[in-house]
């Protein structure tokens, strides 16, 4: 089955230390996105690639920095964790078609001691 | 900017009972609207959608109709189950860049 898929689903890190968030998908969209979710709240989007052009969102902290090698692959770098980094971390897909579906992976949990 | 409002949960509701969430927005032209639902530990699923004015979406027994006259996208569904407990999350797409807005989430517990 085409699907978004997140690795690992629970990552642990100490303060400070750098950490990288992985997601692949096989249903070959163009766009592919990064949310942050804590915990009873709405996803937040940190930055999507529309194909290889990076849009960071105005807020979205300099210690979040996200990668694109192919149109399957996408990572988010963490550079210095902090306490407040901890958080569900979403990667999301869609077609590059106006007011189109996004559709989601499983998420990873991030744990920062 | 658009804007979409959800109302607050918990919602509990014993199974069986008739569930409907609130959903009303606020945006310029005629967005897409979307359901979401989030099992606990779980990424987003996408429930149902629609594109259009009084477009029916459903998907599981759940139902949403696109209403422009009120700017509303309630979800209904007429019997729910245990299985169904989670955060509902109201959603819509206004733009090329396909960036959704999101209401705050329902989260509905249904108790046996």
């Known amino acids: 089955d085409a699907m978004v898929i997140q690795n690992p689903r629970y990552q642990v890190t100490q303060f400070g230390k750098p950490v990288t968030l992985s997601c692949s998908q096989t249903l070959n969209h163009n766009v592919m996105y990064w949310y942050q979710q804590k915990s009873s709240q709405a996803p937040k989007l940190l930055f999507h690639y529309y194909d290889k052009d990076f849009n960071n969102e105005a807020d979205t902290p300099d210690n979040f920095q996200s990668r694109r090698p192919n149109t399957s692959f996408c990572f988010l770098d963490i550079r210095s964790p902090g306490l407040g980094d901890a958080a569900m971390y979403l990667c999301?897909?869609?077609?590059?078609?106006?007011?189109?579906?996004?559709?989601f992976g499983p998420g990873t949990r991030l744990l920062v001691l | 900017g658009d804007s979409v409002t959800q109302m607050e949960g918990p919602v509990t509701l014993s199974e069986e009972a008739f569930l409907t969430i609130n959903c009303t927005y606020t945006a310029t032209g005629y967005p897409s609207l979307f359901w979401y639902v989030q099992y606990p530990g779980e990424g987003l699923q996408l429930l149902l959608k629609?594109?259009?004015?009084?477009d029916k979406g459903s998907n599981k027994g759940f139902e949403a109709t696109y209403r422009k006259e009120t700017t509303s996208f309630h979800l209904e569904k007429g019997s729910v189950q245990v299985s169904d407990s989670a955060v509902y999350f109201c959603?819509?797409?206004?733009?090329?860049?396909?960036?959704?807005?999101f209401g705050g989430g329902t989260r509905l517990m249904v108790k046996p």
């Open positions: 999301a897909t869609s077609t590059a078609v106006v007011q189109e579906t996004q559709y």
């Open positions: 629609a594109t259009k004015a009084d």
């Open positions: 959603a819509l797409s206004n733009n090329a860049g396909n960036m959704l807005t």
